[in-house]
């Protein structure tokens, strides 16, 4: 359920020398691209002379809710960051839900969670590094480094086309000459490793619809698993799987014309010789509804 918040309220409430500091951060542009997150907004404040802060604001279970990497002991954590948020979300119309769930109630593994604890003790400088050295070999982990540090644009025509080239030369590599199983399965996983990267990059329609390319390419590869499931090593539902949380996240991300992504779905599923990795469309509520759901399951 979709929730209004009440600016002057959040105002008034954190007081009136954290709005106007709020204000100050608007006025600087400090607030990098609100993103959705757990039911409520996210995004990451860069002021002069002050190292970059991450901050979370919804409407949880008790209530208005901030969560910020800053220090600034303010009443009921009201940060001018988290206030900043807030307006900003307001005034692009920011969709609250009721029930959001801050950063802090996320579930994670309890090797990452201990991990991360450690790593807060760990001097800046020397965690850069250490990141630093595991990204330089990590084109995941590089693309996601320089996204969190908002150093990466949307990908070019040029970079897409090229993203296209290697998806379309991994597939065509994988039933060359006197290929096996193992070939297609290295060439799901090279695909999947592309479209990883392209995804830490600001989404755009572009990059929605390479991955709907890569979407045909796997559907065309993972015929041959299937039909060898009694030799197979991998089962190729679990690359397409990887591929099509991809595409879901993107969706939600782009929030295309569900009437048009509609189609594509459809069209891709339709050609798939056996079973799309696509064809799943309950994952797709979020973007096309309850009644694009239906559309989309008629076809069964």
């Known amino acids: 359920m979709a929730v209004r918040i009440d600016v002057d309220a959040v105002r008034a409430a954190a007081g009136a020398s954290v709005a106007e500091a ?10 990098a691209q609100i993103q959705p997150a757990g039911g409520g907004a996210s995004s990451v404040a860069r002021a002069d002379a002050q190292p970059p802060y991450e901050v979370w ?26 206030v900043a948020l807030t307006m900003a979300a307001l005034r692009e119309d920011f969709a609250w839900s009721s029930s959001a769930t801050p950063p802090s109630g996320v579930p994670l593994d309890p090797q990452v969670r201990h991990l991360a604890e450690v790593a807060s003790g760990v001097p800046a400088r020397r965690l850069a590094l250490l990141v630093a050295e595991h990204a330089a070999t990590d084109r995941r982990l590089a693309a996601r480094l ?11 025509d040029a970079e897409l086309d090229a993203v296209r080239e290697t998806l379309d030369g991994a597939a065509a590599g994988a039933v060359s000459g006197r290929w096996q199983l193992h ?14 990267v392209l ?32 030799v197979r090593d991998t089962d190729p ?4 799987d990887e591929l099509r949380a991809i595409h879901v996240q993107l969706c939600e991300d782009v929030q295309p014309d569900p009437d048009e992504l ?7 599923v339709a050609a798939a010789d ?13 973007v096309v509804g309850r009644t694009g759901v239906t559309v989309l399951a008629r076809r069964h």
């Open 22 to 31: 709020a204000d100050k951060l608007l006025a600087g542009g400090a607030l």
């Open 57 to 82: 604001v919804g409407v949880t279970a008790d209530g208005f809710t901030v969560e910020c990497d800053c220090a600034e002991s303010v009443p009921d954590g009201l940060c001018s960051h988290g």
């Open 146 to 156: 320089l996204a969190y540090a908002d150093r990466a644009g949307p990908s070019s």
């Open 183 to 196: 070939d297609i399965v290295q060439a799901g996983r090279c695909m999947i490793e592309e479209l990883a």
């Open 199 to 230: 995804a830490e990059r600001p989404p755009t329609d572009g990059a929605l619809l390479v991955v709907e390319h890569a979407a045909r390419l796997w559907d065309s590869l993972a015929v041959h698993l299937h039909d060898a499931y009694a």
């Open 237 to 240: 539902a679990e690359i397409g």
């Open 262 to 268: 509609i189609g594509r779905l459809l069209d891709i």
């Open 274 to 286: 056996g079973l799309s990795c696509l064809d799943a469309p309950e994952d797709y509520l979020p």
